[in-house]
C-alpha cells in the first residue's frame, strides 16, 4: 500500500491527497510532527517535510512538486496539469502562484501564526503579520474571480492541480474561518464546486488536535 | 527570437539562464527591475516577478517551475531531469531543496539583506538573518558533499536540474564573497566543474550595478 506522510493543515499535503483521490490511487496516511524531527523519517527526507510519498514499488518521493510530477509522471490517466505544454505551464504558474505567492501573503500569516505556532509551540502569534493576511487574502480572491471570468476552472476549461492547489491552500484557512467569502461570490461558488468533489471529503473531515474548524468549513452549503 | 526577463542576482532566473543555453537555445536577457511594477509587465506576469520567458512561438511562461518544465517537455534533448519517473523525481527534490529551502534559509538572509534591500531601496540589512544565513549554508555545503559522496552529480550519474539550480543559488551568494568554500573542499570541487561549463560563463560576467563581486567570483580556479 502506498503511504502518505502528512501533517494537520498542510496546505502541500491536502494537494498531494486531493491529487491522489482524483486519480483514483488508494494510500494510507500518517501523522508526522516534523518539528519532531524523528529519525527514522529524516533518513526518508532529509529535509524533514511533508508531504512524502511512499510508493507501491517503494520509491520514496518528498516534496510536493516532486511527487505530483511524479503521479502525473506515472499514472497519466486522468491527467492535472492539462493536454499541450502551454496549457500545462498555464497550470504549473499557478500552482506557483499558490503554493508560494499565496503561501507567503496570506496562509503563512494566517494558519501559520494563528495555528502551527500553537501545534510547535514556536511563539506567539505577530500581530502585524495576521492583519496583513486577512487584508492580501481579498487580492487573491478577487485574481481567482479575474481567471473565472473567462474560464470554467482557473487553468482553463479543465479541473487541473491549480483548483487542487488553490483549494488545499484555502481550506486551511478556512478551517480557521478567515475566508471572507461573503465579499467574494464568485470565488465561494468556485469553491463550493471542489467542496462537492468525493475527493475534498477527507480533507473536510479532519480535525486538528485542539482546534475544532470554523461552523461552515465541512458544509457544502456555506 | 526568445525573451527571457530577469534581474540581477535573481537565482531562479540565472537557472533558467543555464537551462536555456545547457540545451543550445538562443535568447535574449532583458533586465526588469521587478519593484517598479511596470505595467507592461504585469500584463506578461501578474504575479510581478522573474523569470518570465516569451519563445519563439509567442507563448509566455513565467515561473522556474512553469519554465523549466515546460523547457523539457518542448526541448527535450538533452534532458536535464533523469532518465525514470524516479529519478526525476530525485531531481525535483533537490530542486526544491535548493530554490526553496537553500533560498529560505540562505540566500534570502544574505543576498536578500544585502543586495536586494540596497538595490530596491526597502530597508537596511537585518543583522540576525545574516548571522542566520552565515551559519546556515555550512549545513547547505555539508549536504552537497553528503550527495557527492556517492555520486557523479547532485542527482545522480547525470549533471541535471538539481545541479543548476544548487549553482545558481549558490553564485549569487557567492557574488558577494559569502560561501566558505575552503571549509568545504568537496562541494568546491564540484562548483569549480560547473563553473568550467560554457553556460556558466554568461553568469560570471554579469555585473550588478553599483556593486563589484568578491575577488574569486569569475574565476574558475578559486
Sequence with gaps: MRTLFHVW?????RKIRLLLLEKG????????????RRTDFLSLNPAG???VLIDTNGAVLSGAYAISEYLEESYGQPDFLGRDVVQRAETRRLVTWFDIKFS??????????KMVKRLQR?????????RAGLINIHYHLDYIEFLLEKRNWLAGEE???ADMTAAAQLSTVDYIGDVPWDKHPGAKAWYARIKSRPSFKSLLDERMPGQYPAKHYANVDF
Design 122 to 130: 514556536s511563539g506567539e502569534p505577530n500581530g502585524p503579520a495576521i
Design 9 to 13: 493543515l498542510q496546505p502541500q499535503s
Design 104 to 113: 507567503r501573503e496570506v496562509s503563512d500569516n494566517l494558519v501559520g501564526e
Design 25 to 36: 490511487l488508494d494510500f494510507d496516511l500518517q501523522i508526522e510532527k516534523t518539528w519532531e
Design 49 to 51: 517535510e511533508v508531504p
Design 159 to 161: 479541473f487541473s492541480q
